[in-house]
């Protein structure tokens, strides 16, 4: 009798553990979570809210960069060899590796608050980003794709700046910083000094 009442008891408590696991493991209701929006907002988004341009771009799936300051005239062009190793094929002296690891980064991870719809009636020219934009960053993807991101002006806030991104239908406002880390790097080659 003593067994049966022990049995019990750790059925019972088998019971509720199982359901716990079962609570814990749900997936979030999606509908709760706030979506983002397409449309320019004149608020300012709370902070964490920066999203990323390539959601599904890491550092290992790029084979090449190529950085253009289009209005210095400058250009930085990283590249793997065989060993998965950065090179800079047009520069010479040492390449600092890690530098061109923060450069592959800050692409994979490039943030972005907003988004403007592109409508037939957008002005390019209104963002920089026409007759043609300031800077140019390119990617090449080991299984052949790429990217291309077309910079133009700062927002009248001065926190972005607007870009196209391929050939998406809408103007993202980049994070400054994330940018002006990118065009000083073109112009400030990440070469290691040997003595």
């Given at each position: 009798?003593?067994?049966?009442?022990?049995?019990?008891?750790?059925l019972?408590?088998?019971?509720?553990?199982?359901?716990?696991?079962?609570?814990?493991?749900?997936?979030?209701?999606?509908?709760?979570?706030?979506?983002?929006?397409?449309?320019?907002?004149?608020?300012?988004l709370?902070?964490?809210?920066?999203?990323?341009?390539?959601?599904?771009?890491?550092?290992?799936?790029?084979?090449?960069?190529?950085?253009?300051?289009?209005?210095a005239?400058?250009?930085?062009?990283?590249?793997?060899?065989?060993n998965?190793?950065?090179t800079?094929?047009?520069?010479?002296?040492?390449?600092?590796?890690?530098?061109?690891?923060?450069?592959a980064?800050?692409?994979?991870?490039?943030?972005?608050?907003?988004?403007?719809?592109?409508?037939?009636?957008?002005?390019?020219?209104?963002?920089?980003?026409?007759?043609?934009?300031?800077l140019?960053?390119?990617?090449?993807k080991?299984?052949?794709?790429?990217?291309a991101?077309?910079?133009?002006?700062?927002?009248?806030?001065?926190?972005?700046?607007?870009?196209?991104?391929?050939?998406?239908?809408?103007?993202?406002?980049?994070?400054?910083?994330?940018?002006?880390?990118?065009?000083?790097?073109?112009?400030?080659?990440?070469?290691?000094?040997?003595n």
């Amino acid at each position: 009798m003593n067994n049966r009442r022990n049995l019990s008891l750790l059925l019972g408590l088998f019971i509720v553990l199982a359901m716990l696991v079962i609570l814990t493991n749900q997936e979030p209701e999606t509908a709760d979570m706030p979506q983002p929006t397409a449309a320019e907002t004149a608020e300012p988004l709370p902070e964490g809210s920066l999203l990323r341009v390539f959601t599904d771009l890491t550092v290992l799936d790029i084979q090449a960069i190529r950085l253009e300051d289009l209005t210095a005239g400058q250009e930085l062009t990283l590249a793997r060899d065989t060993n998965g190793r950065w090179t800079a094929p047009d520069l010479e002296g040492e390449l600092d590796t890690e530098a061109a690891s923060n450069i592959a980064r800050t692409l994979v991870l490039l943030p972005y608050a907003r988004s403007i719809n592109i409508v037939p009636d957008t002005r390019f020219e209104d963002y920089g980003l026409a007759p043609r934009p300031q800077l140019l960053f390119q990617i090449l993807k080991m299984d052949g794709a790429s990217h291309a991101i077309a910079v133009g002006n700062l927002s009248e806030a001065g926190h972005s700046y607007y870009s196209v991104v391929d050939e998406r239908d809408e103007i993202y406002q980049l994070e400054r910083g994330a940018v002006d880390f990118l065009k000083n790097l073109i112009s400030a080659r990440p070469i290691r000094l040997t003595n």
